[in-house]
């Protein structure tokens, strides 16, 4: 029977030995958290700005022209729109980019949300994909809570408003707390 041969050196490390699932992929160098908060921030930004700035922007013929007309017209928000008209010049050249000024907004401000680090695509994907998110979350909610009484009064059974519906007697505040 022959003998085992021994490795020599350390063993080699896994390339996807940090991946949870291990399938490769680029990880995500940016929060979708992040990615909605900024898209918000830009959506009130540019529906303050949107309505003084729209024509001037949509006639723009460079990106220039798009930080002029952003500096021009969108005083309070000149300096963090005016950083961003590269890709606000790129995006209203888009195909897919909407008819109406509402939807414009929605569609520039949720492209630019994940700028550097996402796409215009990917961006508009992750803020769809939590907003979603947010309303499954949030569908249902408290309508009423009840609580179970013994009154002075000798009613026992359900507490109507956080009192005795026979006698009107209000639950304290202490009772509410009680030991855990």
């Not at 022959?2 to 350390?10: A, D, E, L, N, Q």
């Not at 930004?45 to 001037?56: G, I, Q």
């Not at 980019?97 to 961006?123: H, M, N, W």
Request: glycine letters at 8%; one cysteine or more; proline letters at 6%.
């Amino acid at each position: 029977m022959p003998k085992r041969k021994k490795t020599r050196g350390k063993r080699k490390i896994r390339l996807d030995s940090g991946s949870a699932k291990g399938h490769g992929g680029r990880r995500a160098s940016i929060t979708a958290s992040t990615v909605v908060g900024r898209a918000d921030n830009l959506r009130i930004a540019l529906a303050h700005v949107w309505p003084r700035a729209e024509k001037a922007v949509m006639k723009a013929k460079s990106p220039a022209k798009v930080a002029r007309a952003l500096r021009v017209h969108g005083e309070p928000f000149a300096g963090m729109l005016g950083r961003r008209a590269k890709s606000i010049f790129d995006l209203i050249h888009d195909e897919d980019f909407p008819k109406r000024a509402k939807t414009r907004v929605q569609f520039i401000a949720d492209s630019l949300g994940g700028r550097p680090e996402l796409a215009f695509r990917s961006s508009r994907d992750v803020c769809d994909r939590e907003r979603k998110a947010q309303q499954r979350k949030t569908r249902h909610h408290i309508l009423r809570r009840e609580f179970y009484i013994v009154c002075s009064c000798r009613y026992k059974g359900p507490a109507k408003n956080d009192a005795c519906p026979k006698c009107g007697a209000e639950i304290p505040v202490g009772a509410l707390i009680g030991p855990f």
